[in-house]
């Protein structure tokens, strides 16, 4: 089983629209955890960090559910330069990440 | 100028051919690493160096090996290249004062080993 998995999408959607996906990670013992963005062939870069009590920043939202090991990651009205891939990362406290294989987002004129 | 430099961007090589790529920053971090990204399996570390005396084995190790000449420099080697280490490879680097974990990345190396 993998550490971090994700649902690859891809989530195609129209501008102004809200999208939504979940990342699911294995090691209970996780201890942080992050949404990362990555745009085509481009290197990945943080978007936000996940707190356990939820955390928004601007028009994203991250939810961390810790009973049932998932973090979310939510987009309101979605805009063209929102299209990339979103990783989701997981502290296990060693300082070491482990990465999803990320979920595509397309958003669309 | 990025903060984390990658050298070469792009390579193509062949089969039993050496290659070093080349990761320098100018953040100051002392936390450095090197991943290979593969389709559908996200980063996967190959090594990762805590100060300039100390390497460490990541989750990939077999076939690389490193070198951290300096704080600055860290730079991944295949001594004998296969085609299955044809991946985008990144060096990120990270502060070892910051409670984020936030990693930096180079813009990437891709290598294609035919």
């Known amino acids: 089983r993998k550490e971090v998995e994700q649902d690859p999408g891809p989530f195609n959607v129209p501008e102004g629209a809200t999208v939504a996906f979940n990342c699911t990670y294995s090691n209970s013992a996780s201890q942080s955890f992050f949404w990362y963005r990555q745009d085509c062939r481009k290197e990945p870069k943080l978007l936000m960090s996940v707190y356990s009590s939820g955390n928004e920043d601007g028009r994203f939202t991250a939810q961390l559910n810790r009973a049932s090991q998932y973090i979310s990651l939510l987009i309101r009205d979605s805009k063209l330069s929102d299209s990339a891939t979103y990783l989701c990362?997981?502290?296990?406290?060693?300082?070491?990440?482990?990465f999803g294989a990320g979920t595509t987002v397309t958003v669309r004129a | 100028d990025a903060d984390v430099t990658q050298t070469p961007r792009n390579r193509i090589t062949k089969t039993g051919k050496r290659i070093m790529l080349e990761c320098s920053q100018t953040k100051g971090h002392d936390r450095m690493y090197w991943y290979r990204q593969d389709p559908g399996l996200g980063l996967r570390l190959i090594y990762y160096?805590?100060?300039?005396?100390?390497?460490n084995k990541g989750e990939i190790s077999d076939g690389y090996s490193v070198s951290r000449q300096a704080q600055a420099k860290f730079s991944l080697s295949l001594e004998s290249a296969i085609p299955n280490q044809t991946a985008l490879y990144f060096c990120?680097?990270?502060?070892?004062?910051?409670?984020?974990?936030?990693?930096?990345f180079g813009e990437g190396s891709r290598l294609t080993v035919l």
């Open positions: 990362v997981v502290n296990r406290g060693d300082y070491k990440l482990s």
């Open positions: 160096s805590f100060d300039v005396k100390d390497i």
């Open positions: 990120a680097t990270s502060d070892l004062t910051s409670n984020t974990g936030e990693l930096f």
